[in-house]
């Protein structure tokens, strides 16, 4: 991707949603391959998506749709969908504070994974043994 010889352009620049904007509005491609920049290609991606911002460009994704990254990185998605297949899933809850995390984890008992959303292989996750 940085590679002078194969790229027609190299932009080295942080990337950002509105970085991205900027650089799909000089260059106007008719599509992008989101999972070729691994989960911050798969997160700006659906950043993109989700205000408007490919449709209004008449941009498409390649390689996989949004409702596919949203099934697999979105954890509640992910169970819904589990589920909805007949697939068994172990007891768990999204939880978006510690104290919520720390409840459940005392209804189902210790140890328990954690497992944030929208991180690429599980980075950031973890297995808990206390409450501390």
């Known amino acids: 991707m940085t590679d002078k010889d194969m790229a027609d352009k190299i932009y080295i620049e ?5 970085t991205v904007e900027k650089i ?9 391959l989101p999972n070729l920049g691994g989960q911050t290609g798969l997160n700006i991606a659906m950043e993109l998506y989700e205000d408007g911002f490919l449709e209004s460009r008449g941009i498409k994704l390649l390689g996989t749709s949004t409702e596919g990254i949203k099934k697999a990185e979105d954890r509640q998605a992910f169970k819904d969908t589990m589920e909805e297949i007949g697939e068994p899933c172990i007891a768990s809850k999204v939880v978006n504070t510690v104290e919520d995390a720390k409840a459940f984890a005392q209804e ?3 140890p328990v994974i954690v497992r ?3 991180t690429l292989g599980g980075t950031g996750g973890g297995i808990a043994y206390t409450m501390r």
């Open 14 to 18: 942080p990337i950002t949603k509105k």
């Open 24 to 32: 799909l509005d000089i260059e106007k491609p008719d599509s992008i």
């Open 108 to 110: 189902i008992s210790l």
């Open 116 to 118: 944030p959303a929208y």
